[in-house]
């Protein structure tokens, strides 16, 4: 029996489309010939799903020192003198590596071989060196999910990629971003993320109507709606944008959005933008944000159309899948993996990303051309069917697995 950690870096306190593709392999992964263990570094909602398929380990990684934040009278005063802040936070660096980092380090090698782990698989990005160090110095395999398009890579996370035993990229948007960082793509391998067509069917549990009451909505006027975790990236405003395009034709048109908002300052300060554009263009009535939500599928099923309107950074998109796996369409930006995951007009729509006319636009379109949505809606059930079923993807993370501990 191989063990395998697993190793899930979300820490900003949502819970998104990394930690259920995760979720999936563990349940999916073949039993007879590997045993998994999650590692997260942050308590969050999934937490007890995960318990049920593997055992679990939590671990507080969110724990620092920020002169700015437990000292902001020194900040305030050392900010006027350049060269003493300069001193503070080489000091901050310094007593954060040797109270926290330094023993997160040291409690990792432990884990390791204690549980005498085979092989190790960051979920979300190779972004932390010390777990790939600690890993060399065991000589366990260390594999990372790349599950992102980012903007910015910082210089030592560019280097350290290319020592893992292998990058598994969801995506050839993934890939061709880190190219564009000057990244050696060398130990990159392909795999997409799949989803488990019978755990999403049994996670239906109230029907279209009922769900749509809760929103105060009826089957005679359109639903349409936003899954993501309230970001500036994710785009939330285009789609409030297009509302106000549509509003006089149709005044009855609703639009929900479901996800959490991180603690992060950044994300308080755009939902709070968020909330401004909802007032000033009078949308209150007709736009619902829902906030973290445990039925995603049963929304999701009330949904006449699925809005994806990401800016950026899409690595491969789950809930594209849960939409198009349930038989309805989705306009999504033609950014990041979204092309390799629908076909334009087929199994479901693409638009230039923040551009609130063309979203509006298919919108109306769909609304006012209901036999175009069905059709496209079954496409799309027979695509996920035919190329994103979980067993495939879990079959040849398998095979990379036992390829990398067969080198070992």
């Not at 880190?178 to 050696?184: D, L, P, S, V, Y």
């Not at 401004?276 to 099923?301: E, Q």
């Amino acid at each position: 029996m191989l063990n395998i950690l697993y190793i899930e870096l979300n820490t900003d306190g949502t819970v998104g489309g990394s930690h259920f593709c995760l979720l999936d392999i563990v349940r999916t992964l073949d039993r007879t010939k590997f045993n998994p263990l999650v590692l997260f570094y942050q308590h969050n909602d999934l937490i007890p799903a995960f318990e049920t398929a593997c055992d679990v380990i939590e671990r507080d990684r969110t724990r620092n020192w920020i002169i700015k934040r437990d000292l902001p009278r020194l900040n305030d005063i050392s900010s006027r003198v350049p060269f003493f802040l300069v001193l503070l936070l080489l000091f901050q660096k310094a007593y954060n590596f040797l109270r926290y980092r330094l023993p997160d380090f040291i409690d990792i090698v432990h884990l390791l071989f204690r549980h005498k782990i085979h092989l190790v698989n960051i979920n979300n990005a190779p972004l932390f060196p010390d777990l790939l160090l600690a890993c060399k110095l065991l000589n366990v395999r260390c594999v990372s999910h790349f599950r992102g398009t980012p903007d910015h890579i910082p210089f030592i996370h560019r280097k350290v990629m290319r020592f893992h035993d292998a990058v598994i990229s969801i995506s050839e948007a993934v890939t061709s971003n880190a190219r564009k960082h000057k990244i050696n793509t060398r130990n990159f391998v392909l795999i997409h993320d799949g989803i488990d067509i019978a755990a999403v069917q049994r996670k239906r549990k109230r029907d279209p109507v009922s769900v749509r009451k809760e929103f105060d909505q009826g089957a005679e006027h359109p639903l349409i709606g936003v899954i993501n975790n309230i970001k500036d990236w994710k785009g939330q405003h285009v789609a409030i944008e297009a509302m106000n395009v549509l509003k006089k034709t149709y005044p009855e048109l609703k639009c929900v959005f479901v996800g959490n908002i991180s603690h992060l300052e950044e994300d308080q300060t755009y939902y709070r933008y968020l909330q401004g554009l909802v007032a000033k263009y009078d949308l209150a009535k007709v736009t619902i944000f829902a906030g973290y939500r445990t039925d995603v599928i049963d929304v999701l099923g009330a949904l006449d159309i699925l809005l994806h309107v990401s800016l950026s950074r899409e690595g491969f998109p789950r809930v594209i899948l849960e939409i198009m796996l349930l038989g309805k369409p989705l306009i999504g930006s033609n950014v990041g993996a979204t092309p390799e995951m629908i076909q334009d007009g087929v199994s479901g729509f693409l638009v230039p990303a923040n551009n609130p006319e063309a979203l509006a636009e298919r919108i109306e379109y769909l609304i006012t051309h209901q036999e175009v949505a069905r059709d496209v809606g079954v496409e799309a059930t027979k695509r996920v069917r035919e190329h994103f079923n979980i067993a495939a993807n879990v079959k040849k993370t398998e095979e990379l697995y036992l390829k990398l501990l067969a080198t070992k």
